[in-house]
């Protein structure tokens, strides 16, 4: 999301007298069963480099709190984050055919899961010394513009930021250490853990708030969560939250330059959760 889309979000929010909340409230009023009227949470997945440089300047000057959900791997090892920038290069480049490994794929809308996961297993298994340099390699044999030592573009905020951001208010949470989501309980538990030791060596509090890798998830998993104490875990289903919402089951709204002004008011409003709960109705009255 652009910078001045970011602020003109926040801006419509203080001038409709939303009380933007930090997520420690929230979960206490959810543990409670209370009702928070007009409140809004602020959640930012991943951390990416341009919170600190682009979001950071307009939450202090509106005095926002904020959650952001960061994957730990990328964070402490001040490392891209490889699978984004391999969905780039393959959305950049012009080329159907590619050499890759002394490997020639042939890229198309039928192959692009397949080749995506492969690339996607060679880069999970290599160290991270090489990760920048294999990056800059699978641009070249893609054609696509990418040096690494000069883009920041895939990379998230290090540890050099956390003093800054949370005197600004922004509560850095669990998003898991690799941003991948076992459904196993033992890979949660593992991967929960990792984080939580992660992140808590850089940041004051310990992380309780989690968000789902790319928002799914399943049941199952609540038991690991209240477990290992977390208190939240936010979904990317949308809708409204209210004090008889799960604790491990949030909805959200996912916000994005792709969603214009009108929508944003619409979803804050709540006129699309009443058409969601209206399409729901309908449909099983024709089901019926």
Known sequence: MKAETFETRIKYLKSKNFKII???????????GEALENAVVVTIDDGWDSLYSQALPILKKYQIPSTVYVASETFEKRIPIYFVAIQYFFWKTNKSEF???????HLNRE???KIFEEISYFFRHISSELLNETLERLARSLSVEYLASKNRKFHCISPD????LESAGVSIELHTHTHDNPMTQEGLRSELLENMQVLSKYCKNVPKHFCYPSGFYERKQFEVLADLKIQTATTCQPGLVDHHSHRYELNRFVDGEDVSQIEFEAEMSGLFEILRKLKIRLSALRNS
């Open 22 to 32: 930090d997520m420690d409230l929230f979960s206490k009023c959810i543990l409670k």
């Open 99 to 105: 050499m890759f490994n002394e490997k020639k794929y």
């Open 111 to 113: 192959t692009y899961a």
């Open 161 to 164: 930021n956390i003093y800054e």
